[in-house]
């Protein structure tokens, strides 16, 4: 699957790009706005791991954000279980080399639809430090709502922050 985008190119993940998963991922701007499973420092292993588990078939679309054929971030839509079945969880993150340029703004607009048509889902939902104002942003470009607002739900680096819950719904 590739998907072009103005400002990208989001394609299926593979071994060759694991030098640069470890360049772009390995970065601490990156890893501050992630959950904790996203490791931080960023190795050779936690790059094959990942490679590994995104040619799984399973309920997510997990893809590079290529620039020039060089993968400089990722995007996946992750389908959620048991109750929350009709509910998918939108994730991403870009090297802070190219952040700026709308090329998350783009990759979320041409994976939502394909996220729509592919999984069997009516919602997609984002959960976003409510400090992480260019993710708030690249959201709202892209038709996503603040539907809640969870206090002091996050806690990362020794640090207390609000969750700030956006979603947006298919619209057949």
Known sequence: MNLITPSCVLRKWSDTDIPSLILHA?????AKWMRNGFPSPYTQKDAEHFIEMTTGDNCNIILAIDIRGEAVG????????????????????????????????????????????ELPIIRIQAGVFHTNLPSIRVLEKNGFVLEAIHKDAIFKNGQIFHECLYVTFHTQ
Do not use: M
Not at 26 to 30: G, Y
Not at 103 to 114: G, L, N, R, W
């Open 74 to 117: 990722g995007i996946g839509v992750h389908q959620l279980n048991d109750i929350y079945q009709k509910t998918a969880e939108i994730g991403y993150w870009l090297s802070p080399a190219f952040q700026g340029r709308g090329i998350v703004t783009d990759a979320v607009h041409a994976i939502i639809p394909v996220a729509f048509h």
């Open 26 to 30: 390995n970065h601490p701007e990156v």
